[in-house]
């Protein structure tokens, strides 16, 4: 369970990208911003989570990159124009890390802490045990427990992985389900 009336300024909240943030493509990537769209409230959520959390960051694996399905200017127009949308919300995304490796045991790629040891580097004030990760793989809830944080699990395509599971804090449908219970 997490304690969400604790949650202030003083945490970060870390964030997944696919299947949490944007639709999921199964089985492929996205490869451009006109393939990245929304899920349904997440705009909103943004917008309330840059009230309550005082560093918000990304972390996503992207290996579409290391096997050259797409650039490292695909991923970043995709991210200039999610940024758009959201700052056109209220909303502030502080900083995007991504990982283009290809093996499962690169230093930076979810499960490993590589991504959330960058964002502490960026961002001093980080204490990982006042943050919440969000993410719909059981590699995201590892990277979590990794650095010690809160871990928030969205089945959106792995509605399968139970709960309660030990690296899972808390099950919910989505990032607006987040947002409610942070709302004051």
Not at 104 to 132: C, H
Request: net charge negative.
């Amino acid at each position: 369970m997490i304690d969400y009336s604790a949650i202030d300024k003083s945490w970060t909240l870390f964030l997944d990208r696919d299947g949490v943030i944007n639709r999921d493509k199964v089985g492929s990537y996205i490869f451009n911003r006109h393939e990245f769209d929304f899920l349904p409230g997440v705009e909103e959520a943004i917008g309330i989570f840059s009230a309550v959390f005082g560093v918000i960051v990304i972390v996503t694996n992207q290996r579409g990159i290391g096997k050259g399905l797409m650039s490292e200017d695909d991923l970043n127009d995709i991210h200039a124009h999610m940024l758009s949308m959201l700052s056109s919300h209220g909303g502030r995304i502080d900083k995007i890390y991504y990982a283009p490796d290809l093996n499962n045991d690169s230093p930076n790629r979810k499960p490993a802490t590589g991504m959330a040891l960058q964002a502490k580097s960026d961002f001093v004030d980080i204490d990982f045990k006042k943050s919440v990760m969000v993410g719909n793989k059981l590699s995201d809830m590892e990277f979590g427990k990794n650095i010690n944080a809160k871990t928030v699990f969205i089945p959106s395509t792995n509605p399968e992985t139970p709960f309660p599971h030990p690296l899972i804090d808390e099950r919910l449908d989505g990032l607006y389900d987040l947002a409610q219970k942070l709302k004051r």
